[in-house]
């Protein structure tokens, strides 16, 4: 049995044993991920980071249907705003990963909701 394992690729002894990445991965890779490292794993609530975005608020606050054409700007002006901060903060908290809040088990982690927020107010107050 070991050796159909092995043949098929199969890890016997991984050292990923008890993390388990469920949820959607915004920064890193979490097919690189390698927890005996012990680097930083940061997590994000993603809708509360949306809200505070310019474009996002107006999609909302205006009721934008998301398929029309100005709706499909805004919503690519707010995720573009979104993966910049998220990658700013995973690079200066040394991040291995920042995952989706609740996306990740077995290995601690670091809310950086709070942080991602702050980044961007401080980019868009910059202009």
Do not use: W
Not at 88 to 106: D, H, Y
Not at 107 to 122: E, F, G, H
């Amino acid at each position: 049995m070991a050796l159909v394992l092995l043949a098929m690729g199969a890890d016997l002894f991984p050292h990923h044993l008890g993390v388990t990445i469920s949820g959607k991965v915004f920064y890193g890779s979490k097919d690189s991920f390698d927890p005996d490292k012990g680097l930083p794993v940061g997590t994000v609530r993603s809708k509360e980071v949306y809200l505070e975005i310019p474009a996002y608020k107006k999609l909302i606050e205006e009721g934008i249907d998301k398929d029309s054409a100005r709706g499909t700007k805004l919503l690519r002006q707010a995720t573009k705003t979104f993966y910049k901060c998220v990658h700013e903060v995973g690079k200066t908290s040394r991040s291995a990963l920042i995952v989706e809040e609740g996306g990740i088990s077995g290995y601690p982690v670091r809310d950086l909701t709070p942080l991602i927020i702050k980044n961007m107010a401080a980019k868009l107050k910059a202009g």
